[in-house]
Nanobody, 123 residues
Framework: QVQLVESGGGAAQAGESLRLSCTTS????????MGWFRQAPGKEREFVAG????????VYVDSVKGRFTISREYGKNTVFLQMNKLKPEDSAVYYC????????????????WGQGTQVTVSS
């Protein structure tokens, strides 16, 4: 059972930036495609961004494209989500997971989710 750990969330004002991190224990994720998802209260979990195992291919939901950047550093077993120009509608709990494909149809492949990290953006 893989353990996903998200961190870096917090409170921010509109226009500010946050950098989220995702790592795992129990197994390496350096060779897996990874993605970020988010879920706001009363809403379904939404795919936000994905990155392939090489780091050369990325995909973003339209609402964050140009503002968010997903990246990874091999050897650190970590995936990042740089969130710039934050908007109140970005407020959600952010989760990471391995994904089956780096497209807008990306689906999580690990059965267990982490606790997520809360992002709250105020206007």
């Amino acid at each position: 059972q893989v353990q996903l750990v998200e961190s870096g969330g917090g409170a921010a004002q509109a226009g500010e930036s946050l950098r989220l991190s995702c790592t795992t224990s129990g197994r390496a994720i350096d060779w897996l495609s990874m993605g970020w998802f988010r879920q706001a209260p009363g809403k379904e979990r939404e795919f936000v961004a994905g990155i392939d195992y090489s780091g050369s291919s990325t995909v973003y939901v339209d609402s964050v494209k140009g503002r968010f950047t997903i990246s990874r550093e091999y050897g650190k077993n970590t995936v990042f989500l740089q969130m710039n120009k934050l908007k109140p509608e970005d407020s959600a709990v952010y989760y990471c997971n391995a994904i089956d494909r780096v497209t807008h149809l990306a689906a999580p492949t690990f059965d267990s989710w982490g606790q997520g990290t809360q992002v709250t953006v105020s206007s």
